[in-house]
């Protein structure tokens, strides 16, 4: 059985860096790319950003390109997000995934393309 789990989530002032972690455990982590969706008040869960297997690629959503960096640590089955120049608009629950396309697809924007999720960890940011 795979398990996600996030953490890292807290309060944090505009404008300043903040980083999640996501640990797995079960499966074959290298196997499969890994995504981080997020979840505001009163909106849909949307798609954050995705490292490929390897951690040689990667893909972001426009709103946070150029601010967030995803990477990954097989070695230590731990998939990062570093949040840079945070905004009171990246305040969330995020969420830390598994693509299962085992790399047949990427990225993999779609929630529904994803088979695991972590429980999520919040992030409040205050301006």
């Known amino acids: 059985q795979v398990q996600l789990v996030e953490s890292g989530g807290g309060l944090v002032q505009a404008g300043g860096p903040w980083r999640l972690s996501c640990a797995a455990s079960?499966?074959?982590?290298?196997?499969?790319?890994m995504g981080w969706f997020r979840q505001a008040p009163r909106k849909e869960r949307e798609f954050v950003a995705e490292?490929?297997?390897?951690?040689?690629?990667?893909h972001y959503a426009d709103s946070v390109k150029g601010r967030f960096t995803i990477s990954r640590d097989n070695a230590k089955n731990t998939v990062y997000m570093q949040m840079n120049s945070l905004k009171p608009e990246d305040t969330a629950v995020y969420y830390c995934?598994?693509?299962?396309?085992?790399?047949?697809?990427?990225?993999?924007?779609?929630?529904?393309?994803?088979?695991?999720w972590g429980q999520g960890t919040q992030v409040t940011v205050s301006s």
């Open positions: 490292v490929s297997r390897s951690g040689a690629r990667t």
């Open positions: 079960g499966g074959t982590f290298s196997s499969f790319g």
């Open positions: 995934a598994r693509d299962y396309s085992s790399g047949r697809t990427f990225p993999a924007v779609r929630s529904g393309e994803y088979d695991y």
